[in-house]
Each structure stands twice: as structure tokens, then as C-alpha cells.
């Protein structure tokens, strides 16, 4: 009687225990994947092989390379909030997959409603040479100590009446870092690993009357101009 006894307390600890290992397991945090999608008119990019309509005027154009910073990622929650340590990244896109993915790991996607990103860089890091996350002095986004980092970098060609007109758009100052948030709905939740967003190239340029690559083919430190680009940045990224 007492070995049954034993036998059957000891199978109880030992399915509570399992219940309670397996309750455990589902409740740790998995990793979050932010997949980040460059797409010109809503269409993934091609480097280098295929050509775009002029914005504003005539000519086809390509792209050669677009990269830029995403930076002070913060997911936001009803209970408290997350905010991801040295929070810098080169987002490109001249890889096989045609994105770039940012890993958070250990967070648990239903905890939060809100998630923050910066596009550029802060003007606190921006104005110093200390290396966080992707931020490099000596790299090729930096353009000096006192002048800082490049925000977004966009380069390529464009054929216009039959002339290859160079295209060079390296967006800064501190005055251009934009902030933009976004919710995290319940059908979002649905796929707790991974959040796809789209950088849609095009929101640089289109304006009320969009802007023609011809007559603005260079910005660099025209403040003027600088700031005409950047204005896109508040709709540069959404989600997918």
C-alpha cells in the first residue's frame, strides 16, 4: 500500500513538474525580428539592373546604393518600457535577401503597443567620435568630427535626354533626425517574432509637386536642400 502511495505521489510531483517546465518554456521571451525592405513605388529595389521614372520630370534613374541609420529603437508598453543599448544601425540593402534585420532578443512582442525608431543619428552621438552599434568615424557615413554622421546615403545615375547625370544624396546635420512611431496591433501579434517594415525610396522625392533628379541630382551640405530631402523622413518607413 505505502509503494503505491509513493508510486502515484511521486508520478503527481513529476507531471506538475513537467506542467509546470512546459508552462515556463512558453512564457520566455522569443527573440523580435525587425526586417526592414527597401521598395521604390511599393516594388522591392533592384541595385544597379533596373530603372525608375524621374519623380518629377523626365529620364529613368537607378540606384547604385541606399543605406541609412536607424537608431534609439524603444518599444513602449502598458507596464514599462524597452529601450535597446547602443541603438545604432547601418541599415543596407545590397545583400542576397534584399533586407536588413534587426534583432532584439528576449522581448516578448505582447508586452508592448508603441514602437519607436529614429531615422539618423541623435545629436548627442552625432557630435562625438565615440564608436556605439554601427557609428564608425572613420567609415564611410562619417563625414567629420564636426560635422558628424551622414543620416541617409542615396546614389546612382540618371538618364536624361540621353546624358548619364550623376546622383549623390548624403543627408545630415542634426536638424534632419527624425523620430517615428508606430502601433503594434493585435494582428501584428499574431507573429510575436517579426515586425516587416518598408523604406520606400520614392517618399524622398514626392512631394505636392515632386521633385525632378535633374534639377536636384547633388545634396550634400546645402542646408536648404538637405532639409527638402529629410522632409520625407517622417514617411520614409512604414509598417508593412
Known sequence: MNKKIIFFTSLTVLIVTLVLFILMQ???????????????DN????????????PGGEGLFTIR??????????LIGKKNNFREVES?????????DNFYEIVLPNISIEDYQQIELGVGVDADA????????????????????DV???????????????????????????ES??????????????????????????????REIPIDLSELSTVKFDTENVAL???????LIKLK
Open 43 to 54: 516594388k522591392p529595389l533592384v541595385l544597379h539592373h533596373k530603372s525608375y521614372a524621374n
Open 148 to 174: 558628424g554622421y551622414k543620416f541617409l546615403l542615396l546614389e546612382g545615375s540618371l538618364l536624361h535626354h540621353q546624358q548619364q547625370i550623376p546622383l549623390v544624396y548624403h543627408i545630415g546635420f542634426n
Open 65 to 74: 546604393d541606399f543605406q541609412l541609420f536607424i537608431s534609439n529603437i524603444k
Open 126 to 145: 552625432n557630435g562625438t567620435i565615440t564608436i556605439s552599434g554601427d557609428l564608425d568615424p572613420n567609415g564611410r557615413m562619417a563625414w567629420s568630427w
Open 88 to 96: 545604432y544601425h547601418l541599415v543596407r540593402f545590397d545583400n542576397e
Open 177 to 206: 533626425y527624425t523620430r517615428v512611431s508606430f502601433p503594434l496591433n493585435e494582428a501584428m501579434k499574431t507573429d510575436n517574432s517579426l515586425i516587416n517594415f518598408n523604406v520606400e525610396l520614392l517618399h524622398l522625392f514626392n
Open 229 to 235: 530631402i529629410a522632409e520625407g523622413f517622417k514617411d
Open 26 to 40: 512558453g512564457k520566455q521571451p522569443s527573440h523580435l525580428t525587425l526586417r526592414f525592405q527597401a521598395t521604390v
